[in-house]
């Protein structure tokens, strides 16, 4: 099946809304291309600041753009955020479908957006050179990279360029004279976002918060969409740099909201279950480690252990299984924390209003105090933000369960010509009906049926996680290394069948 055939089958098996309500269209239809003198209305201007978006090659819509400065105590930091508020009104057409979709969901094809195209690739998002409202996170942060002091500002901006985050790792970690050479008016601003970014991480280590290193699989297409490799995508400190921007602007959201008494949906985390903390250590124990912090760890103990395998050969395997103990992070109308990020105070998601409805929500509130000086009138009913917590929370898991379908599928594809041949992999998981093994380098992931270990009859251990064979005692056991023929492909169902070589 093509493609095009594959997502358009799944996007009716989630569900996923595609059709704008003649409403909704209306409404994006009525609103200018530009921004009209009015809506400069008690503005600051930004437009002379050096304010630069940075996102992925293959981003179309622009949330943010940052800027830095040094102070005498440390540095001024500035994330300005795309102001979809202003056109997004609470009640509106748009905004009930907006919240309807709840996110937006990128394809390798095609995008399902959270507002109509001329919203969210025009009119907000942060193309260069083009005038856009925006909302301003100013902070203030010290030599230790906490945040002394921020306040939040309606401006109006020009985002001065657009750089890629290959580009930003090439200024600023390999100093690619060429690349250097294209924005060299840019350059100071690039290397003071790289200092401050530094002491954040310092800050980042300090608190302990996880730092996950999972290279996900990048699936390269040829220009008539048909997959021409695979490649492994480590995020690096290109990335990190503008997570932990984002990651302070959402901090100051909440603490901001909060400090008003306004009602916030908070972005939670929780730690590890009694149940999947016992099966965690359970499967360490096979690999001689163990996780320390009894029964209540921090994050700094996921984070030690960490350390501890990362010169590994299995480091993969265990970092898998540590992420697989822990719960999905949700929106919640109370604040528990944040475990991963290893934060106590009120998080919250304000930096993607173009593609996130809570940060949509959050950006209101904040415009509403700017506004008025404090939070009455903004009110939301707890039975409400209940409602929109879970909502969110749902259409954000059925995103990433229909773009992992998608995956599977164009994996399932990748292999279909190779069939016969043979690959080194390493088991992943042991079951009582055979192997799970996951290829290197590849991380494309099938099983080797108990049906098909023909040399002997295998009895599974439960304990020790392995299969061993009854007359002749071989044992396959978690990280073993293995070679593997691939024997049969069903993309229908996702499924990726081997036999040992």
């Known amino acids: 099946m093509a493609l095009n055939l594959e997502i358009d089958t799944a996007i009716y098996k989630y569900g996923l809304p595609m059709e704008w309500p003649d409403a909704v269209i209306s409404e994006a239809n009525q609103l200018s291309s530009e921004i009209l003198k009015k809506d400069k209305h008690n503005r600051i201007d930004f437009r002379e600041h050096p304010l630069i978006t940075i996102d992925d090659s293959n981003a179309q819509d622009y949330d943010d753009a940052v800027c830095c400065q040094r102070t005498p105590s440390g540095w001024k930091l500035l994330v300005a955020i795309a102001d979809v508020s202003a056109y997004v009104i609470s009640g509106s057409a748009l905004d009930n479908e907006a919240c309807l979709r709840g996110n937006s969901i990128y394809f390798p094809d095609r995008v399902i957006p959270m507002l109509p195209e001329s919203l969210s690739n025009g009119l907000c998002s942060l193309n260069p050179q083009e005038d856009r409202l925006c909302l301003v996170c100013e902070m203030l942060i010290d030599k230790k990279g906490e945040i002394a002091h921020s306040r939040f500002i309606e401006g109006i901006m020009r985002s001065q360029a657009r750089l890629t985050y290959d580009e930003l790792a090439a200024i600023v970690i390999m100093r690619d004279t060429d690349i250097r050479g294209q924005y060299k008016a840019f350059i100071p601003h690039l290397e003071e976002l790289y200092q401050l970014y530094k002491i954040l991480k310092r800050a980042r280590v300090r608190r302990g918060a996880i730092q996950f290193n999972q ?220 192997l799970f093994v996951e290829l290197d380098d590849i991380y494309i992931e099938g099983l080797v049926h108990i049906s098909r270990l023909y040399n002997d009859y295998y009895h599974f251990d439960p304990i020790h996680h392995r299969l061993q064979g009854k007359r002749n005692r071989r044992t396959y056991h978690l990280s073993e290394s293995i070679k593997v023929r691939l024997i049969r492909i069903n993309s229908q169902k996702r499924k990726i069948d081997f036999e040992p070589a």
């Open 215 to 434: 290279a996900e699989t990048r699936i390269v297409f040829n220009s008539e969409k048909k997959i021409e490799h695979l490649e492994l995508l480590v995020r690096g400190d290109a990335q990190q740099m503008i997570e932990e921007y984002m990651i302070a602007a959402n901090v100051a959201a909440g603490r901001f909201l909060q400090e008003n008494k306004a009602p916030i949906l908070y972005r939670t985390h929780d730690g590890p279950t009694a149940d999947k903390l016992e099966n965690l250590r359970t499967f360490l124990r096979r690999f001689g480690i163990r996780l320390s912090g009894g029964e209540y760890p921090k994050p700094a103990h996921y984070t030690a252990l960490l350390k501890r395998v990362a010169k590994r050969a299995d480091d993969h395997l265990i970092e898998t299984a540590l992420l697989r103990s822990l719960s999905r992070a949700v929106y919640h109308p109370k604040n528990t924390g944040h475990f991963g990020l290893s934060l106590n105070c009120c998080y919250t998601h304000f930096t993607s209003p173009i593609r996130r409805y809570p940060d949509l929500l959050i950006q209101r509130g904040i415009r509403h105090i700017i506004r008025n000086g404090n939070c009455d009138g903004f009110n939301m009913k707890a039975e409400r933000l209940k409602e929109l917590s879970t909502h969110c929370s749902l259409t954000e898991c059925r995103a990433d369960g229909v773009m992992r379908d998608i995956i599977y599928w164009l994996k399932c594809e990748y292999m279909v010509d190779k069939v016969g041949k043979t690959f080194p992999a390493k088991i992943k998981a042991v079951t009582s009906f055979g």
